[in-house]
Each structure stands twice: as C-alpha cells, then as structure tokens.
C-alpha cells in the first residue's frame, strides 16, 4: 500500500491519526498549567516568598514563551512538525523535573523559563499540526485544540491539588512523567514528516523574519495587542486568585477544576453558537466585557470568599469562548502561513501574560488586594475598546469564516 493511500485511508470517517495523537499530547502538555495553580500559596510559605516571588513563576514562563514563539515557525519548517513537538516535550519534561528538584524560589523562576521554551515549541506546533491536518476546516480544528486545552486545564488542578497536598514539588514532578507519556504518545502514534507530506508540494523553510513581516498586517498586530491587554486579566486571576481565597491545595484544585471545565464546555460547544449567530468580532468582545466585569467585582469584594469563588469558576466560561473565539480569528486574520500568523500573535499576547503576574503581586504590596482585579479588570476593558476602534481592519475575520 503506498503512503498516500494509507493516508487517504487513516482520513476516512473523520480526523486523522495524527491530528488526535497531537490531540492527546496537548491534554497532557496542558495539565502542566493547572497542576502548579494550587500550590502557589505553598510554595510561598515553604520557601519563605512574597506573593509577587511566587507570581515570578508565570512571568518567566511568559516571558520566554513570548519571545520563543519567534523562532518555532522556523524550527518546525526545518525539523519538521513531529520533531518539533518531541523537543518541546523533552524540554518539559526536563525542566519541570528540575523545577521539582530544587529548593530556592529564584531558581525555580529560572528553571519555568526553560519550561517555558519547551511549552513555546510544543503549542504553536500543535496548533498548527491541528489546523493543518484537520480534514474539517479551520474553525471545527481549532475547537479541537481548545477542547484539550480546556480538558487538560480542568483536569491539571485536580491531580494538582491531591499531588501539592503531599508536597508543593508533587505536580511538578507529575509533569515531568506526564511528559514521558506524551513524548511516548506522539512517538508511536503521530506518522513522520515524510508521511504526512506525502502527495503534497514541498514547503519553503520559514524565516526568522517571517513573524516580524506578519505584524505589517493590522489584523494580526489588533488580535495579538487585545490578546496581550486580555492576558492582564488572565493572568491576574491564574496567578494571583489563589492568594486571596484562603483555601489550601484541595479547595484550590476543586475550585480551578470547576473554572477548567466551564472553560472547556463553552470553548467546544458555545463560542460556536456564538460565533454564528453573532459573528466573531462581535462575540469576543461581549465576552472580553464579561470578563472584565467579573475581574471588578473579584476587585470590589475580595474579602468575600464565596463571591472570588464563584467569580473565579464563572470566568471559566468567559474565557473558554474567547480563547476559541480569538484564535479562530487569528488563523483567518491575514493571508499567510498559519504558524507564521500564530507565531506573530503569541509573541504579542504572551508579553501580557508576563508582566501581568508579577504586576499583580507587587500591586497587591504596594496598595491592596483590591487593586491587582480592579487592575486587571481594566486591561481586559481597554482590549474591548481596541478591538471596536479597530474593528474595520478586522471585520474580515467573520467573512472568512462563513465562507467555510
């Protein structure tokens, strides 16, 4: 049987082997972020750390992600997608371990940098291996890819929460052997780079330049800019919620697993709804003003610790929609290669995602523990305002889509 027919015949009656093996991996790869969440309080007390030390954690894997992004279009073009996966996987892996090895705060800091890298070359490849792969379409793909995002987010604080009860090093060390079984997973099950181009024209290499040209297109710089002033909300309340609910790694595991599979369900089957009836644009940004109002009420009553709770699991749902809802419109915002464009946005949107943690700590020093959600709360409003004042070089996103 030559490879094209064994190809032809993996895609009949849905989704490819490939596309479901990357699936599987982006669970696991995922979990990584919400395994951490619950033992952020412990890690503070143990190693004798402010809440804005401890928020450092997510600053640096931000940091480093953002500015990988730049370079995984052209490693992937040149080791190609599975190889690509493998080494950010490796790379995990690795640095997790050590992460859970180590005993000094800055350290830690340093070593989810490296982790940081790894996850870089693992999500932008990803996601381009779903999109490219898919046999349905850019929007039914992306969903995918959301589903193990939020799969993986929800199911991560509750193995979290029961590993960090033992120590806080557990679900750092539960990454690390995560990461075997996705390494293992992919290997086996996702075919090789010969394969999967088989019958197809052979692709240019990309340039390091590549996701720098891309800004030239306004779409991209607008999504990736209201991703980056989103992402102060985002990460105000992955990084900095745990320190005001006053619950121990259970409780903060119970509650961020109610927050991860809001965020799943409404990522797979309401931004859909939404994004049909409403549109993209129009969609993302009711949900972004949602988000916004939720922060501010976090912001006003945060000596409640019922009201941070619910806040806390009811974002999930706005959050799940927006991330399937601006995604989607990334990969149809301008007329080149998918991994270039999403290469180009993550840089933009990571960079909010690395100030915003740390930000919210040292505001919560400086002024109150009112103030990092009031804060965060307004970012996301200004992402809203962005997107509307923009919104003719944008609207093209909803006509792409229904074209589909």
Known sequence: MTQQAELSKEHQGGQSIAVWAVFFACIIAFMGLGLVDPILPAIATQLKATPS??????????????VAMLITGALSSRLGIKRTLLCG??????????GG???NIWAIVGLRGGWGLG????????LTAIVTLSNNGTAKAVILYEAAIGLGISVGPLLGGELGAI????PFLGVAALMVLAFIFVSVLMPGTRKLNAGKPKAKSTSLLDPFRALKHRSIVVFGLAACLYNFGFFTLLAYAPFVMGLDAHGLGYVFIGWGVLLALTSVFMAPKLQQRFGTVSSMCAMLFLFALLLIIMGIWTDIQWVIIVAVILAGAMLGNNNTLITTAVMNAAPIERS??????SFLR????????????KLAEWFSPHVPFIVGGVFVLVSVLFILVNRKHVHH????????
């Open 53 to 66: 030390q401890v928020t450092l954690l997510f600053t640096s894997y931000n940091a480093v992600m953002a």
């Open 89 to 98: 996987i490796v790379i995990i892996a690795f640095f997790s371990a050590a």
């Open 101 to 103: 090895l180590s005993n």
């Open 119 to 126: 996850n870089a070359l693992f999500v932008a490849t990803a």
């Open 167 to 170: 120590t806080w090093r557990g």
């Open 340 to 345: 270039t464009a999403s290469a180009a946005y």
């Open 350 to 361: 990571f960079l909010g995602g690395a100030v915003a943690p740390y930000l919210a700590g």
């Open 397 to 404: 996103v909803d006509q792409v889509e229904a074209g589909h």
